[in-house]
């Protein structure tokens, strides 16, 4: 008898279980065809796919000025003591960020922000979390003259550093022929700006946009559904999925809390010493944000389920599901794209500009 009973509470435990699986299966799978055609139809109206380059027609692109940019990214010459390249706080390798919550500059500490990912950078509104530099040539200078970046003393250091090198001499005359000096500050920020006007990482998301509907799975749609009817894209949206606009930080809810973080930046009004603009940053591209934390502007988050119930909190105050944010973060992974192999490690010139 008792063995009896044992049998049937494993058969039914078997069933239960069975049951469970395949309604679970059936919950990331609900949507009929039809929703799954509105949604993509939906996500093409809110965002874009990501073009081939980020052009700029006051620095058109040439392959010896992106060549010339390349080199220079990972130059630790362009810093004071020669501890610090561009690529030490944009790490290609690690796309485009070097994890940390706040990099370490030239003179060993650490700045005041997080530092971003260059990748797509090149498309946003501005550069740099209060948004202090127009474009990636203005920002491509300023991190080499910073005394807690790269820490060079001026402009003429940096171009009577650079002229001593043979291999720049010949690599800056090429990528500016009609320049009668080609060495000059300006020059290497519009080289460094070609490189990273490159950076473009288009990911499975497009193909989605593009109308390939087996790009995403069943959990990255639903991902992005929730996405949608949370109010996510009212920031996040465009090819960049944000990038485009300022927002408060902690629009209806103090990220304080939420975040654990300590610190007092006040964001843009620190620029401009208005206070309509405290705690107002540039709103981040969810473009590889898997891959570029920690997350927000003083890095104080490292998981990205944590980052995304933080935002729903603090700027939309709402309390997610765990089933919403695991769907979230499928959908936010399906964001990551492609870095060249290439990209990720010093160019082979670089060795012989000495």
Known sequence: MKKTILILFTAMTVVWVACSDNNQSKSSASMSLEEQNNLQTQAQGLFKTLPTTAENVDNPISNE????????????????????????????????????ATSTGDAGKNGDRNSPTVLNAALHIAQFWDGRAKDVEEQAGMPVLNPAEMALPDKKFCVERLAKIPGYQQAFKAAFPNDKQAITYDNMTKAIAAFERTLITPSKFD????????????????????????????????????????????????????????????GKMALTKQESDKDVFKVPSLRN??????????????????????MAKAQL?????????????????????????EYKTAPKELASFN
């Open 289 to 310: 944000i898997a891959k570029t934390y920690p997350y927000f502007h003083d890095g104080s988050v490292n998981e990205l389920p944590k980052a995304v119930r933080v």
């Open 65 to 100: 000025k992106v060549l010339l940019g390349r080199v220079l990214y990972f130059d630790t010459r362009l810093s004071k003591t020669g501890n610090n390249s561009c690529n030490s706080c944009h790490n290609l390798a690690t796309y485009g960020v070097d994890n940390k």
């Open 207 to 266: 193909d989605y946009l593009k109308g390939n509907q087996e790009a995403l799975n069943d959990e990255e749609k639903q991902g992005l559904k929730s996405f949608v009817n949370a109010g996510c894209t009212a920031c996040h949206n465009g090819a960049l999925l944000g990038g485009t606009q300022f927002m408060k930080f902690g629009l209806i809810n103090d990220y304080h809390p939420l975040t654990g973080s300590k610190n007092t930046d006040m």
């Open 317 to 341: 105050n709402k309390d997610l599901t765990d089933a919403e944010v695991n769907s979230i973060v499928a959908f936010l992974e399906s964001l990551t794209g492609d870095i060249p192999q």
